[in-house]
């Protein structure tokens, strides 16, 4: 058995949110000779140890205030305004990654709870995701999360409700959680706030998991959109299989099959990518 072709998605790897997050972590390494991030910078254990191995340093909420770094990256997902009141009085220079869709929905839910003060603001997200923290915090942790149809049939809130979602959301249970509470309340204000960085992902990794006899599906388990992304592959191509590196694959996935296509999460790097689909081509035997 042969495998014809192993293709990598061309829509895989880091979106432009966390590409500027690396890139700006690398640009400090390059300056300084060590960098500091509040939170792992990427939701992938495997880059996080290669810039660990450069000078990366990952910090909590608890040592940002006992050991105050004189730098300190925030990442991606941003922070809840008190990061930022925090790091002011503790001297620290914040390099603010915050991603631009993210600060967007930041902006958006501030400005509407500030001029909707009898509003209850609803997010749908993961609780205790940073991204989501950031955005309660938006709200002086008034907004209530709900992470699930459950608790949106549950929810029970008088007035006007002005829904959001986490960035990375499944936008697919986004819309009825969204229908749930139209049906439940008269006066609900839904805002369309999955990011299409992830969004327009679902449509292509459709089509290209039904072009392989194998998908390979490469993130860490962390991932939120990594997790959703492996489902809508699955649902597609029920030889698709999730693996964190290329350690993780088996001949015995590609028994019979004659094509693989190797895709991954908005977090996962493009060269983890490539090593993949070089174990893949090791483990045929076949120079593709
Ligand atoms: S998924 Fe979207 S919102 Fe999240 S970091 Fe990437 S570009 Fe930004």
């Not at 991030?37 to 140890?49: A, D, P, R, T, W």
């Not at 679902?202 to 998908?215: G, I, Q, S, T």
């Not at 990594?226 to 489902?231: N, T, V």
Request: proline share 3%.
């Amino acid at each position: 058995m042969s495998i014809k072709l192993v293709d990598i998605d061309k829509y895989a790897g880091f979106c432009f949110g966390v590409t500027k997050a690396i890139t700006s972590a690398e640009n400090e390494l390059s300056e300084f000779g060590s960098a500091c991030c509040l939170g792992k910078i990427v939701h992938n254990q495997i880059e996080e140890s290669r810039l660990e191995k450069l000078g990366l340093r990952t910090i909590g909420k608890n040592e940002m205030q006992t050991n105050p770094p004189s730098r300190m990256l925030i990442r991606a997902h941003g922070e809840p305004p008190s990061t930022y009141d925090d790091a002011k009085r503790l001297g620290i220079k914040i390099v603010d990654e915050t991603c631009p869709v993210v600060l967007k929905l930041q902006g958006l839910i501030a400005k509407t709870y500030s001029e909707n003060p009898d509003c209850t603001i609803v997010i749908f997200g993961k609780k205790g995701h940073a991204e989501v923290n950031g955005l309660v915090g938006q709200t002086d942790g008034k907004a209530i999360v709900i992470s699930s149809l459950e608790e949106a049939e549950s929810l029970n809130v008088e007035g006007k409700i002005a829904l959001f979602s986490q960035t990375t959301a499944d936008f697919q249970m986004y819309g009825q959680i969204a229908d749930v509470l139209k049906n439940k309340h008269s006066d609900v204000e839904v805002h369309e706030t999955v990011c299409g960085s992830v969004k327009n992902r679902v449509p292509r990794l459709k089509e290209f998991c039904a072009n392989y006899d194998v998908v390979i599906f490469v993130s860490d388990e962390a991932s939120s959109n990594g997790r959703m992304l492996f489902e809508v592959c699955r649902a597609i191509n029920s030889r698709s299989y999730f693996v964190t590196d290329a350690d993780d694959l088996q001949a015995e996935l590609f028994s019979g099959a004659s094509s693989v296509g190797i895709s991954g999460a908005t977090s996962t790097p493009s060269w983890l990518l490539d090593d993949v689909r070089s174990k893949c081509c090791k483990i045929m035997g076949d120079k593709i």
